[in-house]
């Protein structure tokens, strides 16, 4: 299983990324019933959970980004999103996207975010 993800760059404060992550070598049925999500790291600081979205639709967010990121999935195109709106510097980090399935958690290779202000 091999994730990429993309949509990463650099934005001012106030702006909007969106994020893809697309899963590839992966049978459908394990995608549809795996949780995923997107974790990230800030320079000097360890990786932390951002979203994460369950099979059933269900998610939780880190509470410094409820409100302004939401996380998506569709199955068919074995693909999950993070629309992240009202972008602050402290958002700035290189974001991972995972998938959990087949009993472990596959991840990719990250996507740099810098928020200026």
């Known amino acids: 299983v091999q994730l990429q993800a993309s949509g990463g760059g650099s934005v001012q404060a106030g702006g909007s990324l969106k994020l893809s992550c697309k899963a590839s070598?992966?049978?459908?049925?394990s995608f549809w019933s795996g949780q995923m999500g997107w974790y990230r790291q800030a320079p000097g600081k360890q990786r932390e959970l951002v979203a994460e979205i369950r099979s059933g639709g269900s998610s939780n967010y880190q509470d410094s980004v409820k409100g302004r990121f939401t996380i998506s999935r569709d199955n068919a195109k074995r693909m999950h999103y993070l629309q992240m709106n009202s972008l602050e510097p402290e958002d700035t980090a290189v974001y991972y996207c995972y998938v959990g399935a087949n009993c472990r958690d596959y991840w990719g290779k990250g996507t740099q975010v810098t928020v200026s202000s």
């Open positions: 070598g992966i049978i459908l049925s």
